[in-house]
C-alpha cells in the first residue's frame, strides 16, 4: 500500500482576475449534493479540472504522466487553496499545470505548496511562478532527524518510556515549511511592468 502524502497548493499572490478564475476552478471541483457518486464524496477527480475530453483519465498510467503520481484525490478546497491526498508524492504536474494556466490569465501569478509524507518519511515547500516550479526544499527523515525533529516515540530506540510531557514536532515541521516558503520568496523577484 502506498504512503499518502498530504499537500495544500495555495494561491499566494496574483491579480483580481486570477483569483477570480481559481475559486471558479474550486466552485467546478465540487459536485452539487445531488450528483455525489458517494455521499463523503464532495469533490470530482482532479483530471476533471484541465483534461475534460481526454481519454483514460481514470487510469494509473495517464495520472502518473499527467499529474504526476499514480492516484491523487481532492480532500477540500477553498478560495486560495486545493488540499489533496496522493500516493507516495505530491501532484507536481498538476501544480505546474495549475501555475501554467493561471499564468496565462497574470504572467506573476505565485503558488505555494506544502507537504508531508503520512510518516512522516519526508516533507517539504515549494514555489510555482510562471508556469513553473521556481524552487523547492524537501526534507527527508534522515535531513530532519539530524534538526531534532522527531514524530513518533520508539520505546527501544529512545530507550526509555514516553514522558508525560513529550510532543512529537508537527509544529516545528511546519514552521520550518513556512521558513523555507519564506526564503524562495523572498528570493522571487516579480517584473511589475
Given at each position: ?48 479540472t484541465f483534461w ?133 520568496l523572498d528570493g ?6
Amino acid at each position: 500500500m502506498a504512503n499518502n502524502v498530504y499537500s495544500i497548493v495555495s494561491l499566494h499572490s496574483g491579480n483580481e482576475d486570477v483569483h477570480t478564475w481559481f475559486k471558479e476552478l474550486v466552485e467546478n471541483l465540487r459536485y452539487p449534493e445531488d450528483e455525489r457518486p458517494q455521499e463523503y464524496e464532495h469533490y470530482k477527480p482532479l483530471h476533471t479540472t484541465f483534461w475534460p475530453d481526454e481519454e483514460d483519465t481514470d487510469t494509473r498510467g495517464w495520472y502518473i504522466d499527467n499529474i504526476g503520481v499514480k492516484w491523487c484525490h481532492i480532500q477540500d478546497a477553498y478560495e486560495t487553496e486545493i488540499n489533496t491526498c496522493s500516493a507516495w508524492g505530491i501532484p507536481h504536474d498538476f501544480y505546474e499545470k495549475l501555475s501554467e494556466e493561471a499564468s496565462k490569465i497574470d504572467e506573476n501569478v505565485v503558488f505555494t505548496v506544502t507537504y508531508e509524507d503520512e510518516m512522516p518519511n519526508f516533507f517539504g515547500s515549494s514555489v510555482y511562478y510562471q508556469g513553473e516550479q521556481f524552487d523547492s526544499c524537501e526534507w527527508d527523515s534522515d535531513e530532519y532527524e539530524g534538526q531534532g525533529l522527531c514524530f513518533y516515540w520508539d520505546e527501544d530506540e529512545m530507550g526509555e518510556e514516553e514522558p508525560e510531557d513529550w510532543e512529537a514536532s508537527w509544529e516545528d515541521m511546519h514552521l520550518l515549511q513556512h521558513e523555507n516558503l519564506q526564503q524562495m520568496l523572498d528570493g522571487l523577484i516579480i517584473d511589475e511592468n
